[in-house]
């Protein structure tokens, strides 16, 4: 964790992403283009918590955005064969 770093965002679980809750702004509040870039995840990390982790439900495809780059750091693969070998039954 960077010294400046809201230490909320470390009590942000996998539920809170897969469930909108974790404190991050709605889609409709943040001008998405202002994160999209060469380095989206830093942007995000950077960008400030609205509520509390668990607090209140926010439409926001930043958590999938974030999820995605968990999943992708533990498993060493990208999102979309992950899905597909781990998740989807084909």
Do not use: W
Not at 51 to 56: K, L, V
């Amino acid at each position: 964790m960077t010294q400046d770093m809201d230490p909320r965002k470390q009590d942000i679980t996998i539920r809170h992403l897969l469930t909108m809750k974790s404190g991050y702004p709605s889609d409709e509040s943040i001008d998405t283009l202002e994160i999209e870039g060469s380095n989206f995840m830093k942007a995000i990390f950077e960008l400030d918590l609205v509520s509390d982790p668990g607090e209140r439900f926010a439409y926001s495809s930043i958590g999938a955005h974030l999820l995605s780059g968990i999943l992708t750091k533990a498993t060493g693969m990208n999102v979309q064969p992950f899905s597909e070998i781990y998740l989807c039954n084909t």
